[in-house]
C-alpha cells in the first residue's frame, strides 16, 4: 500500500520571517493592527507612569522649598545667655542713644527706625542687619569690661555719623 497522504503547504509570514517548523503561522491584518494597538498602549502606559513620577518628584521638590524659605524666614528662637540690657534705635545716620553702659555678658536689642538697613558692631561682633522697620539683637556674652566704640557697618554709614561708645562694666 502507497502512502497517499500530502502535507498542506507551508506559509511564511513575510514579517518575522518564520516558516515551517518555527511556530509562526499567517497573521491578517487584524492580528498585526491588535498588536500594534498593545505595543501603543503598553508605551502609553509607561510613558503615563514616567509622567506620574515626575509630578511627584517635582511636588516634592516645591514643597522642600518652601519649607526652607520658611525656616529662612521663620527660623527657631534661640535663647541668648547674657542680661536683656538697653534699646538701640538707628536711624539715618545716628545710634541712639551713643553713648551706653552696660553689665558684661549684656544682649542689647537693636531697633532700626530708619528707612534703610543698618547693624551695630562692637569690638568685632557684628548683629544682624535690620532691614527698616526690623530689630534683632547684639549679644556681647564675652566681651571683656572696657570701653569700645559702636558703629554701623554698612558702607559708609560710620562715616556718615553712626558710631557711639559702649562701656562694659
Known sequence: ????????????????GGGAGSGAGTRTPADRVRE??????????????????TALFAVGLAVRAVQRADSIENPPAVEAAGTTGPELTLTEFKITPNEISVPADSIITIVNDGTVAH???????TSD???AGGSTILDLTGVEPGTYDMICTVTGHKDSGMTGTITVT
Open 129 to 131: 542687619r535690620v532691614d
Open 119 to 125: 547693624d551695630v558692631s562692637v569690638d568685632g561682633i
Open 1 to 16: 500500500m502507497t502512502d497517499t497522504t500530502t502535507e498542506a503547504p507551508t506559509t511564511v509570514d513575510e514579517t518575522t
Open 36 to 53: 500594534r494597538s498593545e505595543s501603543i498602549a503598553i508605551f502609553a502606559a509607561v510613558f503615563a507612569a514616567i509622567g506620574v513620577l
